[in-house]
């Protein structure tokens, strides 16, 4: 276990392959980027990044959600999936863990750590396995 507050050694980064395809490519394609922004906050925390960079980031991962919930809640709505309702209270679940976290290490209360990369890690890997996929069907 190493001793710092993130470390790629405690939290693996997140890799796209296959097994997380939904079927459609505009969708994927923008998995694998959330991906990277996560991999991105891990990178910036393991090497000690100032508060600035990490709420930078913080904002990219709530900004990039943010579109892509909408065009995935958009092509939902277009192929009348009864999946919509249950996709928009979890998207908005995950845009209110961002906007807390971000509120948390912009006061100083917490700051960006390996349970939140968890955290973060395990919510995508499991949104898009288990409640993604529902719709991967439709495409
Ligand atoms: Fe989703």
Redesign the pocket.
Known sequence: MSSKRCSEENVSPLIWDHSFSVKAPILDSQHRSLFQIINQLQAACSSGAEKELLLKIIKDLYNYSTTH?RD?ETLLKQKHSPLLAD?EM??ALFLDYVIDLEAKVKSGSSTVNDEILTFLKVWWEE?ILK??KQYAELF
Request: charged share 25%; aromatic share 12%.
């Open positions: 919930f995935e996709q979890q998207h949104h409640i993604d």
